[in-house]
Nanobody, 124 residues
Framework: QVHLMESGGDSVQAGGSLRLSCAAS????????VGWFRQAPGKGREGVAT????????YYADSVKGRFTISQDNAKGTLYLQMNGLKPEDTAMYYC?????????????????WGQGTQVIVSS
């Protein structure tokens, strides 16, 4: 069974950095996409970044390109999201998610396993 648990959320000032972690297990490494999503108050959920657990290829939303970096440590079973140059509009609940039995991770569709989320607040 896929299990995902996020950590690392915090309150920071604009321009600061945070690194989110997601303890991930139970999925077939090499044929799973894992990613980060976020939901701001009063808004819908949006994709932030994805990574192919086999090839390590990544995909980013335009709003975070050049500022956020997704990475994985398969030995530790952990997914990361390094967030630099944070802006108030990055304030949201951040979720780790997985989509199994797929090889192309260049979209934010069909993610059906989710963590509980970790809160990020960016003040101006």
């Amino acid at each position: 069974q896929v299990h995902l648990m996020e950590s690392g959320g915090d309150s920071v000032q604009a321009g600061g950095s945070l690194r989110l972690s997601c303890a991930a297990s139970g999925y077939p490494t090499g044929s799973t996409c894992v990613g980060w999503f976020r939901q701001a108050p009063g808004k819908g959920r949006e994709g932030v970044a994805t990574i192919n657990t086999g090839f390590g290829s990544t995909y980013y939303a335009d709003s975070v390109k050049g500022r956020f970096t997704i990475s994985q440590d398969n030995a530790k079973g952990t997914l990361y999201l390094q967030m630099n140059g944070l802006k108030p509009e990055d304030t949201a609940m951040y979720y780790c998610a997985a989509s199994v039995w797929r090889f192309s991770c260049s979209d934010f569709m069909d993610y059906n396993y989710w963590g509980q989320g970790t809160q990020v607040i960016v003040s101006s």
